[in-house]
Every structure is written in C-alpha cells, then in structure tokens.
C-alpha cells in the first residue's frame, strides 16, 4: 500500500459553541478514490475545508506527505498541491473556456519588457485538455456558459489536474446532474485516479460513490463511523450509516426498498 | 487516456456550426460600432452643409467626445471589475478645485498641485474601493455617499478659503509650468499652421488671430483619450491583470477559489477611476483657466452610459474599453450633432434615454445567447 499524501487525525472544528467536527480522522491515499460520505450538516464541507485551508482545525493534526502541516490560506494548500473544486463555483459562465482555464494562472509572454497574457499558448492547451476529456468544444473561445454542467465539474477537474494537483477535493460534483452528465464526470474521476492522483470525492449519493471510490468514509453529526474499504460494506449499509441505521431502515419498509 | 488523445473527437451532432453573423453578433463592440456608423450617416445626411464636418466642427465633437471617453475608460474597467462608481463627477470638481485652491489661492507650483491632486484623488479611490471590498456592501451606495461627501467637501473648500465657488487664474499661474501642458497643451500646432498657410484648412481672416487656422492643434485631451483607450484595451485583453478583471466581475468567489487577487483588482480599479476622473478635471482645469465647486455634475452617470453603450453588462464580467469609447464617441456626436442641427437640445436627453435602454436591452439578448441562458 501506498503511503497516505494527507492523514486527518482527530480532527476537530467548533465553531463558537456548534461542534462541527468532534475528532475525524481520515487517511487519503494517492491513485485511490476515497468518497466522503454523509448527510446534509454531517460536517462533510466543514471537513474538507479544514482539509484545503479554508478553515483552521480546532484540535487535531494534519499531515501532508508526511510531514506535519497548517495550512493558513487555500492558496497555502493549492500552492501544496491540494485542488478543490466547488460544485457551482469552478467556472465563470461569461469568460471563455481558455480563460477559465487559466484563471489565477496565465501564462505569459514577455514582449518589449511587458508581460502579456499568451493567448495563442493557453488556447493549444486549453484545447488539448478537453480534448483529452472528451469535450468538443467550438473553439478556445466558446464561453463556459454554454457548457452543461457536467462539462464545467469536467474543466474544472482537467484544470487542477493540469496545474499539478496530487488531492483533488471534489465538493459534490455530481448532485446537480443529470445520468449521462454524472456518468462523464464519474469517468473523469476514474481517468484522474489512474494518474496517480488522490481524489476526495463528496457526494450524499451512495451509488455514485461505490461507483469509483475505493474508500469510504461515513460522517455524521460531525463523527466518523470509520472508513471501509471497498468490497467490505454494501451499499445498503451505508446508506444505513449514512441516515443513522434507524430511521430510514423503517421508511426501506414503507416505501418498498426504493430509497 | 492515450486513445482518447489520438482520435480526433467526434463531432457532437447537438453543437450546432454558428454562423458568423452570429458570432460577430456577441461582441461586446457590436452595439457601439453600428451605433457609431448610424450617429454618423444620420449626421451627414441632416447637418452636412452645418458645419459640423468641418475642421473647426469635427475638434468641437471630438473633444466633448474624448472627454466622455476619458471617464469612460475608468468607468468602464471597474464595471467589468463588478463596481461601480457614482462618485466621478463629484471626484472631477473636486480634483479641479483642489488644483485651482493649491496653485492659485496657496501660491504653489503648479506641477506639485496637478501631482498632489493625483495623489489625493487615487487615495480617495483607493479607499472607496476598499469599503466596498471590505464591508461587502453594494458600491453604488458607498460611492453614492461619496458623490456627496465630495461634492460638499469642494464647496466648504472653496468657500471657506476664498468665498467664491468659482476660482479662476488658473492659466496664468500655470504659465511656463511643465506639467500643465500635458494636460492643456496642444501638439501638432506647427503641422495646423502650416496647413492653414496653404490654405487647406480655414484660417482667422481678421481679428488677433488673424492668419491663424481655425483648429490650431490637436489638444492633449484627445491624447489622453486615445492613450487611455489604447491602455485599457491591451490591459483588458492582453494581460493577465485583464484575466483578473473579467474574473472578479464574472464571479468574485470563483475568481477567489482560483487564486485571484479579487480585492486588490478591485481597488485598483477604483483607484484607475479616480486616476481618469483626475485626468479629465486637470485638462479642464487648464483648458478653462478656472475651477468650479459644481463642474463635473452627472458625469458618473454620463460614463456609465456611455459603457453600457458600449456593450459593458452592469453586472461585471463582461465589455470592452472600444465599445466604451464607441459609446462615448455617439454621446458627443450626438449631443453636439444635435446643436448643429438646430435641433432643440432638451431633446438630446430623450435620445439618451432612449438609446440607453435599447442598449440594455441589446445586451441583455447578448449575455443570453453567450451563456445559454433562456
């Protein structure tokens, strides 16, 4: 087994008197998919949060690449190699597909002692990454906002992969798309996995996380219920995990097995 | 991966080829460029034989455009950058009472003057933007306190210190000065001279001026204008600063998720207002001789329109410093086109209102059919 790239260990929030996070600890392993999974105010976006430096842990050690860490700002993180990519907040629909690739990173080109923004370089790039997607785009230029979602969650992913990311935190890419669309960034995932790189992957959804993920996690109310890998849990179980076993195990009966 | 990247992707049946009339139709400059070729066949069809073709009339239109253009520059980048500024007018009489009461009322030089205004113009841009930036409240209500604010201040000043709201002297004290020039000089006044000489363009032909052409050179207002748009065009799509731009009006989170310095673009872009806002109050201030505590009223929403003209959205994210400066160019046309038509000039501001809101419209149907939207 690979060494972990990031350990969680007892990892706690609190924000004013609201226990967010009462000790998680979670190991992410690179070339491995490990879904993070739980209901909504389990604690799932506050965890990784901590994880990409947008907030501070409260108690606990973060280990990144073996080495202890505390990451101030996310650019601190992203600098590290940590990528998050937020579910409605990876693109901006009005700037082309070229320019949101490279938001935060242009390349540039020194002309006459003034750097300026290489169009011609970004759009061969931009290009070749969708390509490799599989995104037929019209040209470097097309604005994101003719994207369907699930191509944007797919740009966005391509980008960090392209700016060297070794965790990609994926915040729910999938809970807002359609079959076909989920099936292309569940893809994406598998594609980004084989590359070596270790992928977070978030969802509510527990078919979409047996799909590709190779570890579980189950948060809720802020604790862990430990991490399976796959072939040991069925999803039936976690979906009971997820809901807290009782209540939807009474509403399985109801409904006819459905949910 | 690899066969997938070797393959040429098949097309998608669903993306339909977009016809070029298409294309060019979501370019922000569109409006402004057949605006532009419309304001001018208008204008030749009704006022030819009025003059305002002539050289005398085409410096008078250029000017009262390039001073338009001069704001809307500013104005226009931080639009893009998502803000707005409501405080350039009140920014403009201050700026030029700022000079007048430096130079003339306190006796200094008129370089430190014009530079301390900078200084003190850009400062007070700088901290607009960052109110908005930190408190996260609307811009148009922050600069709209200082539209007050600065407009109140410029009386109190000029009043308190000289009892009068309009202080003129200005031209003589900047006599020999070697940055005023810049600002209220002319250049290419020899060329002009000796075009008049050969009788190509018109000149005095009694009076003190006599044998001097009617147009004696190009002002350095029209420079400015031009250098601002040539600036802010490169900027704004040769940079990665412009990248910055387009993102923190696209969407600021986004933009912040990526990395982008969205809070220090933004109040650069304050500042890059008040800084044309400055520019244009200087050049008047040395072409007038004089400042006035009430000179640049409605100025702010002057330079809007003329954005919004120019294809800006008033949400950010999306325009063009030459469709600004299109826009900017149909509004002194037309306001001036309008006087050498002998037409009534109460009229010229049912034209504007009525050409804004068919520009708004107009964009509005761009934005959509870029982003797909229904």
């Given at each position: 087994m690979t060494k972990p790239i990031i350990q969680m260990k007892n990892i706690e929030k609190h924000f004013g008197p609201v226990i967010a996070l009462a000790g998680v600890s979670v190991d992410v392993i690179p070339g491995e998919c490990h879904c993070l999974l739980g209901d909504n105010g389990a604690g799932k976006s506050t965890f990784i949060k901590t994880m990409s430096g947008v907030h501070k842990a409260t108690k606990g050690e973060i280990y990144f690449e073996g080495n202890e860490m505390n990451f101030d700002r996310p650019r601190d993180a992203m600098a590290a190699g940590i990528s998050t990519v937020y579910q409605d907040l990876a693109m901006i629909p009005l700037m082309s597909v070229a320019r949101n690739f490279f938001m935060g990173n242009e390349p540039t080109k020194r002309v006459a002692g003034i750097n300026f923004f290489d169009h011609k370089l970004a759009n061969e790039v931009t290009m070749e990454e969708m390509r490799k997607m599989g995104i037929n785009l019209r040209g470097p230029d097309q604005a994101v906002g003719t994207l369907s979602g699930g191509e944007r969650q797919t740009v966005a992913i391509a980008r960090a992969v392209h700016f060297g990311a070794k965790v990609l935190i994926l915040d729910e890419p999938t809970s807002a798309l359609g079959v076909r669309q989920t099936a292309n960034v569940l893809a994406t995932v598998d594609r980004v996995r084989k590359k070596g790189i270790a992928v977070v992957f978030i969802t509510h959804n527990v078919r979409h996380a047996m799909a590709v993920g190779d570890r579980f996690t189950v948060l809720d109310r802020g604790k862990t219920l430990g991490t399976a890998k796959r072939g040991e849990i069925t999803p039936e179980e976690l979906q009971d995990l997820m809901a807290g076993g009782q209540e939807l195990a009474t509403l399985e009966g109801s409904l006819g097995g459905t949910v | 991966m690899s066969e997938t990247a070797q393959t040429a992707p098949p097309t998608d049946e669903r993306v339909k080829e977009m016809s070029s009339f298409r294309k060019s139709l979501i370019r922000p400059e569109l409006g402004g460029i057949c605006g532009t070729i419309l304001v001018f066949v208008f204008f030749f069809l009704t006022?030819?034989?009025?003059?305002?073709?002539s050289p005398a009339g085409v410096m008078n239109w250029s000017v009262v455009s390039a001073q338009f253009t001069i704001i809307a520059v500013g104005a226009c980048l931080l639009m893009i950058a998502g803000e707005f500024d409501l405080s350039v007018g009140s920014m403009i009489g201050f700026a030029g009472m700022s000079i007048a009461l430096l130079s003339v009322s306190f006796g200094w030089p008129v370089w430190l003057a014009i530079t301390i205004t900078f200084v003190l113009c850009m400062a007070i841009g700088a901290f607009n933007g960052w109110l908005v930036v930190k408190t996260g409240l609307p811009s148009f209500i922050v600069t709209l306190a200082f539209l007050f604010i600065l407009r109140g201040l410029t009386i109190f000043a000029a009043i308190a210190t000289t009892r009068k709201t309009i202080i003129g002297g200005v031209r003589d004290v900047a006599e020999g000065d070697w940055l005023a020039p810049i600002f209220g000089g002319k250049i290419f006044t020899g060329f002009f001279q000796w075009m008049g000489d050969h009788g190509w363009i018109e000149t005095f032909v009694r009076g003190s001026k006599a044998g001097q052409p009617v147009v004696e050179g190009i002002p350095m207002l029209i420079v400015w204008a031009l250098g601002l748009v040539v600036f802010g065009h490169i900027v704004l799509t040769k940079t990665r600063f412009g990248n910055w731009i387009f993102a923190a009006g696209g969407d600021a989170q986004s933009a912040r998720y990526t990395g982008v310095p969205v809070n220090r673009v933004k109040i650069i872009m304050f500042m890059f207002t008040a800084f044309c806002a400055c520019v244009f109050a200087t050049a008047q201030v040395m072409e007038f001789g004089s400042a006035g505590a009430d000179r640049g009223v409605l100025k702010e929403f002057e330079a809007i329109i003329s954005v919004v003209i120019g294809g800006a959205l008033l949400t950010g994210g999306y325009g063009s410093v030459i469709g600004a400066a299109l826009g900017a160019l149909i509004f002194g046309v037309v306001q001036q086109g309008l006087f050498f038509a002998g037409?009534?000039?109460?009229?010229f501001r049912v034209f504007l209102g009525v050409i804004l809101l068919l520009a708004v419209i107009l964009n509005t149907y761009i934005r959509r059919m870029i982003t797909g939207e229904k």
């Open positions: - | 006022a030819r034989d009025s003059g305002m073709f037409v009534e000039s109460s009229l």
